[in-house]
T-cell receptor, first 112, second 111 residues
């Protein structure tokens, strides 16, 4: 599976949009981009995934560049409860989903 | 269904002892994963089941580790002759396909 690069930490003001970037320049055509987050002392929580089209659900939006070499997770109105470590993973999905190493992720701190 | 559950939540054991953890996945999820997470690191894949078949094991899963998923329902992860380096959070996840749903984890401390 392709490797991902994320900034180690980011801050965001409460109520503002949080934009978390992820680089995956070696992604192959059949690899999906997944985002998970982990709030302190809890198991990771699935957020969203996509292949090449932008995706939106009740939690977030995923913007994937046209060349698929990078993506951005957008939390439209960050709250204090969104403070967590956010992991970007690429994987070939259905058959191999879950086998990727999560990496170190981005620690997002939402400040009042 | 209340999600993935794991038991125990915490386990303290002495070096050399055997420990066993249990994971109950979301019902009807045919995929089940085990991960290990050490402090400050992301989860690392250990092994993966599709129904009762163990399809893949990471090189991290030494011969002291064994996992089972009898009848494709709950799963157990056993560590024999524990070492201090085994101290970590052990996470279980189940999946119906693309996304995974994680349990709260079992924190193992080997003294």
């Amino acid at each position: 599976d392709a490797k991902t690069t994320q900034p180690p930490s980011m801050d965001c003001a409460e109520g503002r949009a949080a934009n978390l970037p992820c680089n995956h320049s070696t992604i192959s055509g059949n690899e999906y981009v997944y985002w998970y987050r982990q709030i302190h002392s809890q198991g990771p929580q699935y957020i969203i995934h996509g292949l090449k089209n932008n995706e939106t659900n009740e939690m977030a939006s995923l913007i994937i560049t046209e060349d698929r070499k990078s993506s951005t997770l957008i939390l439209p109105h960050a709250t204090l409860r969104d403070t967590a470590v956010y992991y970007c993973i690429v994987s070939t999905g259905f058959t191999n989903a879950g086998k990727s190493t999560f990496g170190d992720g981005t620690t997002l701190t939402v400040k009042p | 269904d209340t999600g993935v559950s794991q038991d125990p939540r915490h386990k303290i054991t002495k070096r050399g002892q055997n420990v066993t953890f249990r994971c109950d996945p979301i019902s009807e999820h045919n995929r089940l994963y085990w991960y290990r997470q050490t402090l400050g690191q992301g989860p690392e894949f250990l092994t993966y089941f599709q129904n009762e078949a163990q399809l893949e094991k990471s090189r991290l899963l030494s011969d002291r580790f064994s996992a089972e998923r009898p009848k494709g329902s709950f799963s157990t992860l056993e560590i024999q002759r524990t070492e201090q380096g085994d101290s970590a959070m052990y996470l279980c996840a189940s999946s119906p396909g693309q996304e995974q749903y994680f349990g709260p984890g079992t924190r193992l401390t080997v003294t």
